[in-house]
């Protein structure tokens, strides 16, 4: 299978949805990213509070936009430290030289997710 992720670098934010963990209804934010692969890279500042971390921890398929491309994919806690070192890097290094703020806290303090992309369910494909 010869796919390639669309040029998702060239946005600046994905559209993020989750499922509502008590509504069931889609619940739907704008996110800053980091791509790696087939892999997402979101880091919430509010953690585990955060009210689309709690959606997708409940249930962790989602769906991303960018554009009028979108993919589903599946969410998950960023638990190997090597995996969190790099996805806290690489989202900070996205963002921190054209943001008016320091980012080094929000760096170290929030909590790193992946969204890892479906190759085989993605929109495009249909």
């Known amino acids: 299978m010869s796919h390639t992720l669309?040029?998702?670098d060239r946005h600046s934010?994905?559209?993020l949805?989750?499922?509502?963990?008590?509504?069931g209804h889609p619940h739907t934010i704008e996110i800053w990213f980091a791509q790696k692969g087939w892999t997402l890279?979101?880091?919430?500042?509010?953690?585990?509070?955060s009210d689309w971390v709690r959606n997708l921890l409940h249930t962790p398929a989602v769906a991303v936009r960018?554009?009028?491309i979108s993919y589903s994919g599946t969410a998950?806690?960023?638990t190997d430290a090597e995996e969190e070192r790099m996805a806290r890097d690489a989202v900070y290094d996205r963002y921190a030289a054209d943001h008016?703020?320091?980012?080094?806290r929000w760096r170290e303090a929030a909590l790193p997710i992946a969204i890892d992309i479906d190759v085989a369910m993605s929109e495009n494909d249909q």
Request: hydrophobic share 40%; net charge neutral; aromatic share 6%.
């Open 17 to 23: 949805t989750t499922t509502g963990r008590a509504s």
């Open 6 to 8: 669309f040029d998702i």
């Open 13 to 15: 934010v994905i559209v």
């Open 66 to 68: 960018a554009d009028a």
């Open 41 to 49: 890279y979101l880091l919430s500042g509010g953690g585990h509070r």
């Open 100 to 104: 008016a703020g320091d980012l080094t």
């Open 76 to 78: 998950r806690l960023v």
